[in-house]
């Protein structure tokens, strides 16, 4: 069980239901061996992470809609032949790749704070045009699972706080558009750990031959995190199951 939780860093629903257990029976034995929580760990390299924060207070809007909380996710992207990560024989101080500047993509995400229904779209840059489009793009993504989006929540970047692109776009859907505190990301805890399981479960899931390879495995991760994955934060439900009491249609 231990092993299983090393190689895969996931948690207790996800370990039962590769070894025919309950969840509660596999967070019992974690715990029993201190076994760190996944919270406390870094998402790559699976150490534990010395200082962590987080809201004191815990909250749920009530429906679908509620509120959205958007967020951009940094990666690195991967050289043609995947790097030195992909190659066991070699590390990053002898292989050519590893130098080569091959620059970042830019995760733009969303996630209902009732139903944890996520979106997302790999882009070259963070800036307020092309926040604009993805939340235009969001929007029209939870107007298809019948579900209107009131409120957008984000931290404090210039794209979110300044755009005039991205203020069009707040207002012509009638959205409140709201900020966490000043360095206080934890306050926007649910997008966070999005981009953290995003993290583990796609863009670190396994050594990738190639950024093309990576980014064209994105959308099916979404639609298993948001049709079968179990979410402990809803009870072991998976998001659509939230989506308008489990009839919403997603595609």
Known sequence: MRIVRHLTRRGPVFIAGRLGLHA????????RHRVPLLRKLDPVTGKIIRATRATAVRYEHDHPGSLLHV????LGRIPDGGGWRADPTQTAAVHRTSHLKVGYDYVHTAIDDH????????HDDEKGATAAGFLER????????????ERVISDNAFAYRHSAA????????????????????????????????????????RPWTSNTDRA?????????YNLDRAHLGIGGASPIDRINNGRGQYS
């Open 71 to 74: 967020d951009v996710k940094k």
């Open 216 to 224: 064209a495995a994105l959308p099916a991760w979404l639609d298993h």
């Open 24 to 31: 509660s029976t596999v967070g019992r034995v974690l715990h």
């Open 166 to 205: 991205f203020h069009a776009v707040i207002d012509a859907h009638g959205i409140t558009q709201k900020f966490i505190r000043p360095h206080c990301p934890w306050t926007n805890g649910k997008v966070e750990r999005l981009n953290r399981t995003l993290a583990i479960g796609w863009a670190y899931a």
């Open 138 to 149: 969001a929007v029209a993504f939870y107007a298809a699972l019948g579900v209107k989006i």
């Open 115 to 122: 139903s944890r229904v996520a979106y997302a779209e790999i």
